[in-house]
């Protein structure tokens, strides 16, 4: 016999109790005029009798009594679940009531909420948002979870933060960050990121000290909102000044091997920049040596005073002889007797005070000529030569 006769002769041992019991034979269970499927029952019947070895037992046993009706008044149909038919019981489970119809009611424009005193827009079923939404989860239109609120007063308990309270005394992000990380600043450095405040008539407040200062108070940078830093000069200074103080050693230390390995550049650099600030440099020279001179004779020394701002207060022409001065700067060492110079009505020899009262411009000859003398005795001397 060939693989075809064995796979014959072997399907027909399992199938043949099937197949002879369903040649159009009705099935043997009294009043089923289904066809035979095994053993002489239907498919019914023969997975009842497989199951429970008797085709007449049901396997579906109802929880309600059959003769037990919907109690919703009116309604004579047989209960499913919860004393409800099954129509009033798929109300009662989306809505909280049998009665309440599933699809949505279309009502007026105007038509007030349901709840009493509610002024709220129909959404649904005769309800506003929120009753609607009451009845979705809790089954009652009145019931609800107590929320805490806050007014616009409460300001965030995080230092720094200046955003309303939203809940456990935090705002929003702080509270995000707490609830994820179980910190408001989720264990990191929150960098403060604030904005520059620009008004109308051209003054700005500082980010810092929140003061109002004029646009010229604050340092350029093409980068930053409108061409100027955010923090007023004060207090980019000081910001500048305490970081500097915190890494001085290792500043210093970086700057002063730069300079050994680029010495012939660093030369070069200062040679262009005393060129390029030259006069700058000298006024500034000029200024300390005055004050040096004042504070090794202990008296009284004001900053600020220069020949720029000495010629803004009393122009251009000497105090003494009224000729127009020259305020180029010497070169060489070489000097005119016209040259503008600072000079002290109260010689510092005898007493003078380095302010702006007791300091006026005269020329170099005026001046090498007075030397240490008072403004009396230098007219005397004046007449006799």
């Known amino acids: 016999m060939n693989w075809w006769g064995y796979g014959i002769y072997f399907c ?22 289904r066809g035979s499927h095994a053993k002489s029952f239907c498919t019914l019947h ?47 489970k989306k809505t909280g009531s049998p009665t309440t119809p599933l699809r949505k009611q279309l009502h007026p424009k105007g038509t007030p909420c349901l709840v009493e005193d509610c002024k709220g827009k129909i959404v649904s079923f005769g309800y506003c948002a929120v009753h609607y939404g009451r009845l979705k989860k809790f089954g009652d239109v009145n ?3 107590k929320v805490a609120k806050y007014t616009e007063t409460d300001i965030c308990k995080v230092d720094g933060c200046k955003t309303q309270m939203k809940a456990k005394g935090m705002c929003n992000k702080h509270y995000s960050m707490w609830k ?23 003054t700005r407040t ?31 200074i000081d910001l500048v000044k305490d970081w500097y103080q915190d890494n001085k050693e290792r500043q210093s230390g970086r ?18 920049r005393y060129v390029k600030d030259r006069e700058k440099r000298i006024g500034l020279a000029t200024e300390h040596s005055h004050r040096r001179k004042a504070r090794k004779l202990k008296t009284v020394i004001e900053k600020g005073i220069s020949k720029n701002a000495l010629k803004k207060k009393f122009g251009t022409k000497c105090y003494y002889c009224k000729k127009e001065m020259d305020f180029s700067v010497g070169v060489g060492r070489k000097f005119n007797k016209d040259m503008a110079t600072i000079e002290h009505l109260i ?11 007791n300091t006026v411009l005269a020329c170099r000859h005026c001046n090498i000529s007075k030397n240490a003398k008072t403004i009396v005795e230098f007219e005397e001397f004046n007449k006799d030569s």
């Open 347 to 357: 010689p510092l020899a005898r007493g003078g005070e380095h302010t702006w009262e």
């Open 12 to 33: 027909s041992l399992f199938l043949s109790p099937c197949i002879l019991s369903s040649m159009n034979e009705p099935c043997s269970v009294k009043d089923c005029n």
């Open 180 to 202: 994820k990380h179980g910190d408001p600043k989720g264990g990191k450095y929150e960098m403060k990121v604030r904005r520059a405040i620009d008004h109308d008539d051209g």
């Open 206 to 236: 500082c980010s810092q000290c929140e003061q109002r200062l004029p646009i010229s108070e604050f340092h350029k940078d093409k980068t930053a909102t409108g061409g100027r830093r955010s923090k007023c000069k004060k207090c980019r």
């Open 143 to 145: 019931t609800f979870i």
């Open 46 to 92: 023969y997975f009842r009798y497989r199951k429970y070895g008797d085709p007449q037992i049901s396997a579906f046993v109802r929880k309600v009594s059959i003769t037990k009706e919907c109690v919703v008044e009116g309604c004579s149909i047989q209960s499913s679940k919860s004393n409800y038919c099954a129509y009033h019981y798929k109300r009662f």
């Open 255 to 272: 700057e002063k091997k730069r300079r050994r390995a680029n010495i012939e550049k660093y030369v070069e650099k200062e040679a262009l």
